[in-house]
């Protein structure tokens, strides 16, 4: 046999063998293939600094992830690196479908929050691998989740997977501060490169475990709204020898204890009454039971009242206001010509800041208590935004049914659980542009244990590559037809 001859059957003989591998193995190949490609995409990421301060750059991690879409095969014609100056660029790329429906935007912010080293166990701008963990600032606030939406894209782009609609991903800057949110500006400067029918965001993890055994799958389709508030009394004051009955810190209190008593409306949404559904299908006979009397109408008062001992509860359920700070007087020996309280309200998506600052203003019905609105950037308004947050969406069948049949199959018996966040996320934007919009990522979290803008923040090893392989076989379901 000649040498060619020889290698020529080799060749075949190697061809027979890779042939007859099962389709299994094939998908097995792709997957770690994946998963090997996600890990070196989330070194990568975390090895920028992308915190919004002087040795941070959010542009040089959009650039590194353009360079890696276009040696993926993505036609420089699909990425886009735009942005409102040269250290805030986002990255938009598209993945381009049939067009038989409109497109479905990703996004996920590339910035992160400070982690100084000394703080840390570990180097926090360097991914480490240690005790089934990665560790490292952003590996779940989110830097993962963005890995694996990148590391998805590329998988489809290899695969010659041409989506019903086009795929949409938009990596942004500045979503946990920094004056340049770019979701915002993109909405409001590019809205035709990013205009979708829905959104999904990576920005929450979805399994929520309890001692290692997950408890149910978490789908943010909802946000309430946070607004601080300033009372403030002011009094003449006087020799503290000689009191008097109006005394600043008095009627202050006085005001506090009204607002401490009271308990804003019941409500609930599309979103919490699914939420409430399908959560009373896994509780105690008793939640369970509770649960389907507060979602009859008139909702049933015994049941209700049982419910909102529990603080998750409450907070789901109800606008909350509550003091956080005080700060009152000026001398040991001085009547306060000052008293001053801060109360913090997450409220009620369709509700406005300014319905909920005249609200509080009737609880501490003391007209010498003034309510203004205190801004974030630290100004006090006599009036609050009269802007109300963005009603929910509702749950649309394409995202929602191909999530219930894939975590069905992937953690038998977990449900999902639509749920409003107490925070906010750059889903706001979105929103309030009336995008639906849809926030999970399949990693699997403790909340016991988050260290989102935490020291040591991580995720589990096994988790991060399980949710990768989720991640795709989602988007190729809500994509394929
Ligand atoms: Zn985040």
């Known amino acids: 046999m000649t040498a060619a001859a020889c290698a020529r059957r080799l060749a075949g003989a190697l061809l027979l063998v890779f042939l007859a591998r099962a389709p299994g193995a094939w998908a097995a190949d792709a997957a770690s293939a994946s998963n090997a490609l996600a890990r070196e995409l989330l070194a990568q990421l975390i090895a920028i600094n992308t915190t919004d301060t002087a040795r941070g750059s959010v542009t040089a991690a959009a650039e590194a992830m353009a360079q890696r879409l276009r040696a993926a095969g993505f036609p420089d014609g699909d990425i886009q690196l735009l942005g409102p100056s040269a250290g805030k660029k986002n990255l938009v790329v598209r993945l381009r479908g049939t067009g038989q429906h409109k497109p479905v935007l990703l996004i996920g912010h590339l910035d992160v929050v400070e982690a100084r080293r000394e703080d840390w166990s570990t180097d926090p701008f360097q991914l480490i691998e240690k005790d089934g963990y990665f560790y490292g ?54 809205r035709q490169l990013i205009d979708a029918q829905f959104v999904l965001s990576g920005d929450d993890y979805s399994v929520v475990t309890e001692n290692g055994k997950p408890l149910f799958f978490q789908l943010v389709a909802s946000e309430k709204v946070y607004a601080d508030f300033q009372l403030r009394v002011t009094n003449k004051g006087g020799h503290s020898s000689e009191p008097v009955p109006d005394n600043a810190i008095y009627t202050l209190t006085r005001g506090l204890d009204r607002l401490a008593a009271y308990e804003f409306p019941f409500e609930l949404n599309a979103v919490t009454r699914e939420y409430y559904r399908r959560l009373a299908q896994t509780e105690s006979p008793q939640r369970a039971a509770d649960m389907r009397a507060i979602l009859r109408d008139p909702p049933d008062k015994e049941a209700l009242a049982r419910l909102s001992q529990e603080t998750n509860d409450r907070s789901i359920t109800r606008t909350t206001c509550v003091a956080t700070r005080l700060d009152a007087g000026h001398a040991n020996n001085a009547l ?67 999530l219930d049949e894939l975590v069905a199959e992937t953690w038998p018996g977990l449900k999902v659980i639509p749920a409003m966040s107490a925070g906010a996320s750059d889903a706001t934007h979105t929103s309030a542009v009336g995008l639906p919009t849809y926030t999970f990522s399949p990693l699997t979290v403790d909340p016991n244990d988050d260290r989102e803008h935490g020291r040591d923040e991580r995720i589990g090893v096994a988790s991060f590559g399980e949710a990768n392989e989720f991640f795709y076989r989602y988007l190729r379901k809500v994509t394929e037809r």
């Not at 109300?388 to 069948?397: D, Q, V």
Request: aromatic share 4%.
């Open 137 to 190: 600032r952003g590996t779940l606030d989110m830097k993962g989740p963005d890995a694996i939406m990148l590391a998805t894209l590329i998988r489809l782009k290899q695969e010659g997977f041409r989506p019903a609609r086009d795929i949409i991903l938009a990596l942004t800057a500045d979503e946990e501060g920094g004056g340049a949110n770019g979701v915002e500006w993109l909405l409001e400067h590019h």
């Open 336 to 402: 306060p010509q000052r008293a001053e309280a801060v109360v913090n309200c997450r409220i009620l998506p369709g509700h406005s800041p300014e319905e909920v600052r005249q609200r509080l203003q009737q609880v501490l019905s003391d007209p010498a208590i003034t309510v203004s609105y205190l801004a974030s950037d630290g100004t006090l308004h006599a009036e609050a935004p009269a802007v109300r947050g963005f009603a929910p969406p509702p749950l649309l069948p394409e995202v929602l049914t191909p």
